[in-house]
């Protein structure tokens, strides 16, 4: 099914019963095991009789003119044209009968393609170009979009640009006391320079971020903005609005907390104060103020932590006043909330894949998303993020990272990387932590993006076959396969149409070679099991001409993560 136009929609099912059609397959049926389907050749000119009243004028008086001239020829010519795969295709287009069944009308919204497919690579404007002492600028980030753009990505998210208070700032790896360089957290947002709507000097100007959005736009990238609604204790709110927080029995307004931890460089809001209808309002004011800079694509920090009615009343909103917007929810929360956002009207969501890690769970789980959820949550498969170094890459050196990779890139249509995920950084902060040691949320990051062992290559290479495969770009056809080994994962994904079907083959192991047999469904690969076939390998170069549902693969994840393959009958 597709729409003309983006914005609201409805649409409605009717059923009826194809006599002919139904007709026709039991006919094929009788044919193919060897009944003698004449004597129902009555039938079907009766039922093509009747199916031709419900067809436009000019193509009934074709048909009719054709019948004539077929009832007139033996029986077996009579036969072929009524089975025809052109008739069967005309009449397939008629008007409904009378009578047929209609479902009620169900309302959709059309979102742009972007909420449904892209690659995402996330960076720190304050680390492009930084000596480590001094801040980054957008003017530095703009030289770094070509590079990215070359790794064929669709959207660059930048986590807040927005003034950082002094008050209660963290130092490097999350002290609790900075000292005089350091540049606190992005998220501690606001001071004396302003609020939300403003952008930390040290980065440039609200026109050099304008510049930034349109060298991105000529290198067909889209920059995502941080949304997050919290507040530094030096944002101009705490002191214009402070019954927008919530307080102590004492008067004093109540810090972020996690319990043990506790984070006084942030103040939550109170969704549910005494003034919450002009606090949700200047909340959309904030979304409104970066759409008329030219964003279009938003990634909600912690949306799990505010009201669901807040959500709702501000998707509804956007939707009506900005159509083009897209939402991801990074809502690492319960299954029950995540899935809510997504039915409210958020486009992506952030998810589990991050701990995903074996093949049964691997399977269970992209199952799940690819099903169930699969008309109102769509996923968006980040590898890493700031705030998740998984134990997976902190052990598995560049191949694990490499298989991660090849994983988020054709499970899902969306997925995304952390800068310094190409450089496979995975130092920890300290044993058992998913932290980075030295961790960018709380200093500046120079990096060395020219090394000689970069994953951009591979990168790359993984992005351009996702741009040339539509298969890889939607989420529905996804199908697994079995393999006797527990550390390959097989799966393939294809069109509706079946023109494009890939074949992914994942070692899941980053220590060892794996050799196995997969066991294939040549039927969900639009394959004649009769008949040899060709895998081509998109990533290599390499071709394998097959027969039959069984094959053997070997993997070393120091020379690839595993295979994509094209499928050729």
């Known amino acids: 099914m597709s729409f003309a136009r983006m914005g609201r929609s409805e649409f409605l099912v009717e059923a009826w019963e194809d006599e002919f059609g139904t007709w026709r397959d039991d006919v094929l049926r009788r044919i193919e095991v060897g009944v003698d389907p004449l004597p129902e050749l009555g039938s079907g000119w009766a039922l093509l009789e009747r199916g031709l009243r419900r067809l436009p004028a000019a193509r009934r008086f074709r048909l009719v003119e054709d019948g004539r001239r077929q009832r007139q020829a033996d029986l077996n010519q009579q036969l072929s044209f009524l089975i025809g795969d052109r008739l069967a295709e005309w009449l397939g287009g008629a008007t409904p009968p009378p009578g047929a069944s209609r479902s009620q009308v169900i309302p959709v919204w059309v979102e742009r393609e972007r909420a449904l497919h892209g690659a995402w690579y996330e960076l720190f404007p304050r680390s492009q170009g930084t000596d480590g002492t001094h801040s980054g600028t957008f003017a530095a980030t703009c030289e770094q979009l070509p590079e990215i753009a070359e790794m064929g990505f669709d959207v660059v998210y930048l986590p807040p640009i927005h003034p950082i208070g002094r008050t209660g700032r963290r130092g490097r790896n999350n002290s609790p006391a900075a000292g005089p360089l350091d540049p606190g957290s992005p998220w501690a947002i606001g001071s004396e320079e302003g609020g939300h709507t403003a952008v930390n000097p040290e980065l440039g100007t609200t026109e050099d971020f304008r510049n930034l959005l349109a060298v991105a736009d000529s290198l067909g990238l889209e920059i995502a903005l941080d949304y997050a609604l919290q507040c530094s204790p030096d944002h101009p709110w705490v002191t214009e609005h402070p019954e927008w927080f919530a307080h102590r029995p004492d008067g004093t307004i109540r810090a972020a907390e996690n319990p043990p931890k506790r984070y006084d460089d942030i103040f939550p809001l109170d969704f549910s104060c005494r003034n919450w209808r002009q606090l949700w309002e200047a909340c959309y004011q904030i979304l409104e103020h970066w759409t008329n800079q030219g964003v279009r694509i938003f990634r909600v920090d912690n949306p799990h932590t505010k009201p669901v009615p807040f959500w709702d009343w501000v998707v509804r909103r956007l939707r009506l006043e900005h159509p083009e917007v897209v939402l991801l929810a990074e809502a690492f929360t319960r299954p029950a909330m995540m899935r809510e956002l997504g039915r409210l009207g958020f486009s992506q969501s ?64 969306s997925y995304g990387v952390y800068s310094g995920f190409e450089l496979a950084e995975a130092e920890a902060v300290h044993p058992g932590s998913e932290e980075y040691l030295d961790s960018e949320k709380y200093q500046l990051r120079p990096r060395d993006f020219r090394a000689p062992d970069s994953l951009r290559p591979l990168i790359g290479r993984v992005n351009q076959i996702r741009r040339q495969h539509p298969s890889l770009r939607q989420l529905r056809r996804l199908d697994f396969h079995w393999s006797d080994d527990e550390r390959i994962i097989c799966y393939s994904k294809s069109t509706d149409d079946m023109a494009d079907v890939t074949l992914t083959v994942v070692n899941l192991d980053p220590w060892a070679v794996r050799e196995t047999t997969i066991h294939l469904d040549l039927g969900r690969l639009g394959v004649d099991e009769s008949r040899p076939f060709t895998v081509s390998d998109l990533l290599s170069g390499e071709e394998y001409h097959w027969q039959g549902p069984h094959n053997f693969v070997r993997l070393d994840p120091e020379r690839s993560p595993g295979h994509i393959f094209l499928v050729r009958q």
Not at 362 to 367: I, N, Q, V
Not at 369 to 398: A, K, M, S
Request: aromatic fraction near 14%.
């Open 350 to 413: 952030y998810t589990y894949f991050t701990w995903r890690t074996t093949k049964q769970e691997l399977t269970a789980y992209l199952t799940e998303l690819t099903t169930e959820t699969v008309d109102y949550l769509r996923p968006n498969l980040f590898v890493n993020t700031p705030d998740i170094l998984t134990e997976e890459l902190q052990r598995g050196g560049p191949p694990a990272f490499r298989y991660r990779l090849l994983l988020a890139a054709t499970l899902g249509a």
